[in-house]
């Protein structure tokens, strides 16, 4: 296996492992860094995650997710601002300096996309100067048009750096990730113009595999199994700039269902194969 100084686990790759059994299998592999999600944080404790994770000298490259920031009614709103706050804390005592955001689709009863969006940007307004207090950057992530209606009406590059571009580079910027945004033959300049002004916050590989399943959200193929070039894409960032880590998130039933260490030692190999 070649050199994985750059590979980061997201941790819903191998959901299946406990979070201590993923931070003993990324020790043993080699692994340096993590992607972590909140959910099971919270469940296992954050405070004892950062421990944990920083006892095995594993970096948290991200922390998943904040957003879902569309909300018309005044008491959700204030929720959502509130959720995210905490979400901002969480990363700060995991060590990490960025947020995954996932921007929320439309209200119920809603078809106004554009309207939808300047919430967002209302509530980054509030969010972004509370992060940057606690040393944490936003990271806007696009995701495939097909999820615009429920999950997130940010479907491009353009469109995140648009409401990225508002704030200062080092409070808001974005996430490439392949999956979501391979298809836009518009992308490549995105990333040029994220990069130019130090906004490409993380980048993440899943690879795009045909048929789709049912549901469509557990979709994200092996990398190497699909159709995105993957050391394509690794140049497009790398010539805007971008250096850090690089996540490979998988939504997959299908790895959910296998064990979760082979899953890793064989995400690990695909990386080296394909992104190393």
């Known amino acids: 296996m070649t050199?994985?100084?750059?590979?980061?686990?997201?941790q819903m790759t191998v959901k299946q492992l406990p979070l201590p059994d993923l931070v003993a299998a990324c020790r043993d592999l080699g692994v340096p860094g993590v992607g972590l999600w909140r959910e099971p944080v919270q469940a296992y404790g954050v405070e004892a995650a950062a421990e944990l994770v920083r006892d095995a000298g594993l970096t948290v490259t991200t922390l998943c997710r904040g957003g879902f920031l569309t909300a018309v009614d005044p008491g959700e709103r204030a929720a959502a601002l509130a959720d995210n706050r905490r979400a901002v804390d969480e990363a700060?005592?995991?060590?990490?300096?960025?947020?995954?955001?996932?921007?929320?689709?439309?209200p119920a009863g809603s078809k106004d996309l554009r309207a939808a969006r300047e919430r967002i940007a209302d509530a980054l307004a509030e969010l972004a100067p509370y992060a940057e207090r606690q040393g944490v950057r936003l990271a806007i992530e696009p995701l495939h048009p097909m999820f615009a209606s429920d999950r997130c009406v940010v479907s491009t590059l353009a469109q995140a750096l648009d409401l990225a571009e508002r704030f200062p580079a080092h409070q808001a910027?974005?996430?490439?990730?392949?999956?979501?945004?391979?298809?836009?033959?518009?992308?490549?300049a995105q990333i040029a113009r994220a990069g130019a002004q130090g906004r490409i916050h993380t980048f993440q590989l899943a690879d795009w595999t045909?048929?789709?399943?049912?549901?469509?959200?557990?979709?994200?193929?092996?990398?190497?199994?699909?159709?995105?070039?993957?050391r394509e894409w690794k140049g497009y960032v790398e010539a805007a700039g971008y250096t850090g880590a690089i996540e490979v998130e998988l939504f997959n039933d299908a790895l959910w269902a296998r064990d979760g260490r082979e899953v890793l030692a064989e995400t690990a190999a695909r990386f080296a194969e394909h992104a190393g």
């Open 3 to 10: 050199d994985l100084a750059r590979f980061s686990i997201n």
């Open 92 to 106: 700060a005592t995991l060590g990490t300096d960025t947020l995954v955001l996932v921007s929320g689709g439309l």
């Open 173 to 188: 910027g974005v996430t490439v990730d392949t999956y979501h945004v391979w298809w836009d033959d518009t992308a490549p």
């Open 210 to 230: 045909t048929p789709l399943p049912e549901g469509v959200l557990n979709g994200r193929g092996q990398i190497g199994d699909g159709s995105i070039d993957m």
